[in-house]
């Protein structure tokens, strides 16, 4: 399985961004997906999971601003944000799990202005 990540950019607080990750090669049977974040310096925190039925959850930092989507038919997954605060700057990544394997992209970096 191979994740490609887009989307991240430049925004002010109180802004919106979608990030989409795009999921190619052996992607049938894939379990769920996630988008993860990180800042220099901390790991990787779960920012939203995805089963393969559609059910979202989310972190509670999230707070009702993120919502995670898939689109099965074109192998994507997709991560609404809304009302962005500073604090949400990070590099954000998608996981897909497979198998009982985790795949990752290559992360995109989300930075919010104050």
């Known amino acids: 399985v191979q994740l490609q990540a887009s989307g991240g950019g430049l925004v002010q607080a109180g802004g919106s961004l979608r990030l989409s990750c795009a999921a190619s090669?052996?992607?049938?049977?894939?379990?769920?997906m996630e988008w993860y974040r990180q800042v220099p310096g901390k790991g990787r925190e779960l920012v939203a999971t995805?089963?393969?039925?559609?059910?979202?959850t989310y972190a509670d930092f999230v707070e009702g601003r993120f919502t995670i989507s898939r689109d099965n038919f074109k192998n994507m997954m997709y991560l609404q944000m809304n009302s962005l605060k500073p604090e949400d700057t990070a590099v954000y990544y998608c996981?897909?799990?497979?198998?009982?394997?985790?795949?990752w992209g290559q992360g995109t970096q989300v930075t919010v202005s104050s």
């Open positions: 995805i089963t393969s039925g559609g059910t979202p």
């Open positions: 090669g052996s992607i049938f049977g894939i379990d769920f």
């Open positions: 996981l897909v799990v497979r198998g009982g394997s985790n795949y």
